[in-house]
């Protein structure tokens, strides 16, 4: 094919169409050769049908469709189809956009544009990701795990197993250990523990030591056995683990009644009995009337010298179908002549009705007869915040069984609004309790609920997202729509770490574009104060920009360490990131923790995308994840 003298093609042998150049616009002189042995070969002019087909417009690319496998990058053509006003077609060249890895990583689907040869119109190419069909490596054990604690010590559990698969690799997977009693710690001995790995029912397994503490005075000789009028049993020191205090020889036990006619058992123990039964790692005072306010009073000089002598010492108070397990520790700031008033109260009349109210408005169903309000008084004075630490409170649920993923405890504020607390269900000889951690006193109450979304269908975060909506951490942009893939500001993660660690929202002047006004105003003031966010320099938290992943991942670890837990990790486990430079300085020590805990993982085996916004539906499952480690949720 000639353009006068120039040579613009070689056609091969049987071709009936050729594109001529877009920039060519005088066709005369255009001709067709047959190559011959000399340079006088005949000539031929293209037929002027031809001539006319090169010069009707383009109205169109062909889009095409390309299907590779998961981890396989597509291989996309070098040319597409052109189609012209008189419903011709020609091939045209074309250039693709770059191809991301993370794009055909997992299953799927994703379109790229190409930049198509002298014209304006863009190619698409469909490009169909279809998942790798080939027998995956199972899980046939895990390592061993052997922890050493002294008596009264709660063992420290890692929050990753190592698991050995059907192919000799192994891997770090995060593990949620059952919970375990102080019991089973009090005194030296040996005990076993098991862990629940998500993705598989095999069970991971820890053996626990429990050494004798050097200043355990061991088992006391004591053996009264009361024969009073009062409402405890027992001796004031029955074994070398736990203290038990008789009512009847050890405290005063008087009836009192509220000015609405409730009935109040008031214990007040004996400063010497208290202090000598604190001396072992767990002291048990229980009250087993029927009242339903239950006031036990500590004297406060018998605490400090518990403290000064066994800090580990905790006092667990059984009233009202509930077990509150006070850390002495707690109390290591009162004055010496001080009264500690703790009241156990079944809530009833307005008060639980308004709380069933509340629930009611959940479509929710109360899984406990009354709730429990738990109130602390030193010299009268209340003592609402301990200060950071989580403090147990026990919840008998009689004979319930079902999913625990549908039951969540709650606390209720001075309004009668309801919040997540974190909680672990556990069932025993047919009997369900609830254990509730929570670093503040409030009422709180049981309910089961089965929040779904309709547009998780199928989505990979489904089980993760319905967890957390039903233990009312995350909520729906509307009944049934969660919007899985809609990114998440700043703040929205902000108020779903307060609401995820059970803290009481407080409102305060922490940044400058944060107003009192604004919904998001008191969780975000009550991360900065709980030291989960920092801002930035301006003094501006940007609450409305979207989070991105590394900017999630730093404020999870915060608070992973306000729950009471901090990951050990090396920097080295972000180097198989391809993109770890992309990696901030300031972020890098809460990435590799977040890895090493199994709270987080790449985009891709090599992608971590530190910069990415992050979605809802990764927002929830980070935080079931980081719920799981710390044993605030099931």
Same mark, same amino acid.
């Given at each position: ?29 255009? &001709? ?87 014209? &304006? ?514």
């Amino acid at each position: 094919m000639y353009n006068e003298t120039t040579v613009l093609a070689d056609l091969p042998a049987g071709a009936t169409t050729y594109l001529l150049p877009s920039n060519l616009t005088d066709f005369s002189k255009v &001709t067709v050769r047959s190559k011959g042995t000399d340079p006088y070969s005949r000539k031929f002019m293209v037929s002027a049908p031809t001539l006319l087909n090169m010069s009707t417009d383009i109205v169109g690319i062909a889009p095409i469709s390309i299907t590779t496998s998961v981890g396989v990058a597509p291989v996309l053509p070098t040319v597409v189809t052109a189609v012209y006003s008189d419903n011709t077609t020609g091939q045209r060249g074309v250039i693709w956009d770059a191809i991301d890895p993370s794009q055909y990583a997992v299953a799927g689907s994703f379109s790229v544009q190409g930049t198509v040869t002298g014209v &304006t119109y863009k190619a698409l190419a469909n490009i169909t990701v279809t998942a790798i069909d080939i027998p995956l490596p199972v899980i046939v054990s895990y390592s061993p795990i052997n922890i050493t604690t002294t008596a009264g010590t709660a063992p420290i559990l890692p929050t990753v197993v190592t698991a050995v698969y059907s192919d000799n690799t192994t891997k770090q997977l995060s593990v949620v250990w059952s919970n375990i009693e102080a019991s089973q710690y009090a005194s030296a001995g040996t005990f076993k523990v098991l862990g629940t790995v998500g993705g598989t029912s095999l069970k991971a397994e820890a053996t626990i030591t429990v050494t004798q503490r050097t200043t355990d005075p061991g088992p006391s000789t004591g053996t009264g056995s009361g024969t009073g009028t009062g409402t405890g049993t027992g001796t004031s020191s029955s074994s070398g683990t736990t203290g038990i205090i008789d009512l009847d020889k050890d405290a005063k036990v008087t009836k009192e009644t509220t000015a609405d006619g409730k009935t109040v058992t008031k214990v007040t123990l004996d400063r010497d009995k208290l202090e000598k039964a604190s001396a072992i790692p767990v002291v048990v005072i229980e009250v087993k009337d029927g009242a339903s306010i239950v006031n036990v009073e500590l004297p406060g000089q018998a605490i400090l010298n518990a403290i000064s002598k066994h800090n580990n010492t905790v006092i667990q108070i059984k009233a009202n179908g509930a077990i509150y397990e006070l850390p002495v520790q707690l109390f290591k700031d009162i004055a010496k002549d001080s009264t500690i008033s703790v009241v156990i109260s079944k809530v009833s009349g307005k008060t639980g009705d308004d709380v069933t109210a509340a629930v009611n408005k959940l479509n929710a169903k109360q899984l406990v007869a009354n709730p429990i309000e738990f109130t602390i008084t030193v010299n009268g004075k209340e003592m609402n915040d301990f200060g950071g630490v989580y403090v147990n409170r026990t919840l008998n649920l009689g004979t319930w069984t079902g999913d625990p993923g549908k039951v969540t405890a709650l606390w209720i504020d001075a309004n009668n609004q309801i919040h997540f607390v974190p909680a672990i269900l556990t069932t025993k000889n047919g009997s369900s309790e609830v254990t509730i951690r929570s670093p503040h006193n409030s009422t709180y109450t049981v309910i089961q609920s089965n929040q779904s979304f309709a547009d998780l269908a199928g989505h990979w975060a489904k089980a993760d997202v319905e967890l957390l909506a039903n233990k009312w951490i995350v909520n729906g942009i509307t009944d049934k729509q969660f919007a899985p893939e809609a990114q998440v500001t700043r703040a929205e993660f902000a108020a779903m770490l307060v609401r995820s660690l059970g803290l009481v929202e407080k409102q305060a002047d922490a940044f400058r574009d944060v107003s009192p006004r604004d919904w998001f105003a008191g969780a975000v003031s009550t991360a900065h104060q709980a030291g989960l966010i920092n801002g930035y320099e301006d003094g501006t938290f940007r609450p409305n920009a979207n989070i991105t992943r590394e900017q999630m991942v730093a404020m999870m670890m915060r608070a992973m360490k306000v729950g009471g837990k901090e990951i050990q990790a090396s920097s080295t486990v972000i180097d198989r990131f391809a993109d770890r430079s992309t990696i901030g300085e300031w972020s890098k020590a809460a990435v590799a923790q977040a890895l090493t805990a199994g709270l987080v993982q790449g985009l891709s085996d090599n992608s971590f995308a530190p910069t990415e916004p992050a979605t809802r539906a990764q927002a929830a499952t980070m935080l079931k994840r980081m719920l799981q480690s710390l044993q605030f949720i099931n």
